[in-house]
């Protein structure tokens, strides 16, 4: 067997605490931005279903456009709810 090589590793996880903490507050920003955009969007899309559905008569189209409503809503709460808590909001 050969010898042990050293690590490559740029010292030890301690030493860089302020670098990693930094990071994951970038990552972590960058997802809550995705999450919110997708939020947005769903709720969008959910508002437009529940204002077609407004205004058509025929019941198979109007449960089909509240299946619509119901799932892009369920899809922004839970968004939503994965969010973090802003002050004013």
Do not use: N
Not at 23 to 42: C, H, N, P, Q, W
Not at 60 to 80: G, I, P, Q, S, W
């Amino acid at each position: 067997m050969g010898k042990d090589k050293k690590s490559t590793f740029p010292g030890s996880v301690r030493d860089h605490q302020d670098a990693m903490k930094a990071e994951a507050e970038k990552v972590s920003t960058r997802i809550d931005e995705a999450f919110g955009k997708l939020a947005k969007k769903m709720r969008e899309r959910a508002d437009k279903a529940k204002s077609k559905m407004d205004g058509t008569r025929k019941p198979e189209k109007r449960a089909v456009l509240l299946r619509r409503f119901e799932l892009y809503a369920d899809a922004a709460t839970h968004l939503e709810e994965r969010l973090p808590q802003r002050d004013g909001d």
